[in-house]
């Protein structure tokens, strides 16, 4: 069973194995909690993406997939970047999201990490609805089968704090 918890705050400032980053297909950074992690990590990180550009990911990495870099100085041991996709109000793209989460998991199983921290993934800049964004990673997490023991999703204010907790309890 996979302990879920909430906290309201910065995931830059998690205690936790694996990070998880929402990224761009790019990998190369953004802003939000992308430009977050890539500030604190440090440069070790940005290395570890165009390493992972160069070898893997030439075109980019695809929407709803996921791959593990060092965590650089974060105090955890990866940082997992999962590309979300962008809130289309005409197209459900809410597979492509759960799929975030799922191919987090996995990642994070291949890693051995036992304490995950996810952002609300394309929550902010990528527009998705905060109460839908929610729903999918609440029932995501609880639907899939993973060896990691504590999810803790990390919000960054209270509204989106609400969002989870309203799906969660
Ligand atoms: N800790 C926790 N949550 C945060 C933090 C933080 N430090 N900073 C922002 N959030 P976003 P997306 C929240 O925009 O929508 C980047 O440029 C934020 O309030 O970071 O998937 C990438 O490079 C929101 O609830 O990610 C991509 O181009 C949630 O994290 C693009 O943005 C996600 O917001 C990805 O957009």
């Given at each position: 069973m996979t302990t879920i918890t909430l906290v309201q705050g910065d995931i830059t400032d998690q205690s936790v194995d694996a990070i998880v980053n929402a990224a761009n297909s790019s990998l190369l950074g953004g802003g939000g909690?992308?430009?977050a992690i890539h500030r604190r990590g440090g440069p070790a990180v940005?290395?570890?993406?165009?390493r992972l550009r160069a070898?893997?990911?030439g075109k980019g990495l695809?929407?709803?997939?996921?791959?593990?870099?060092?965590?650089?100085e974060l105090d955890a041991s990866w940082v997992i970047h999962t590309v979300g996709p962008v809130y289309s109000a005409t197209e459900d793209r809410s597979a492509l999201l759960a799929s975030c989460y799922r191919e987090s998991l996995r990642v994070a199983d291949e890693l051995g990490a036992r304490t995950v921290a996810f952002p609300a993934v394309s929550a902010g800049i990528y527009g998705w609805p905060l109460d839908d964004a929610a729903r999918i990673a609440v029932e995501t997490?609880?639907?899939t089968r993973t060896a990691v023991e504590e999810v803790a999703?990390?919000?960054?204010?209270?509204?989106?704090?609400?969002?989870f907790a309203a799906r969660l309890h």
């Amino acid at each position: 069973m996979t302990t879920i918890t909430l906290v309201q705050g910065d995931i830059t400032d998690q205690s936790v194995d694996a990070i998880v980053n929402a990224a761009n297909s790019s990998l190369l950074g953004g802003g939000g909690v992308d430009g977050a992690i890539h500030r604190r990590g440090g440069p070790a990180v940005l290395q570890d993406c165009r390493r992972l550009r160069a070898s893997h990911y030439g075109k980019g990495l695809p929407t709803g997939q996921a791959v593990a870099t060092t965590a650089g100085e974060l105090d955890a041991s990866w940082v997992i970047h999962t590309v979300g996709p962008v809130y289309s109000a005409t197209e459900d793209r809410s597979a492509l999201l759960a799929s975030c989460y799922r191919e987090s998991l996995r990642v994070a199983d291949e890693l051995g990490a036992r304490t995950v921290a996810f952002p609300a993934v394309s929550a902010g800049i990528y527009g998705w609805p905060l109460d839908d964004a929610a729903r999918i990673a609440v029932e995501t997490v609880r639907s899939t089968r993973t060896a990691v023991e504590e999810v803790a999703f990390v919000l960054f204010d209270e509204r989106a704090y609400d969002a989870f907790a309203a799906r969660l309890h």
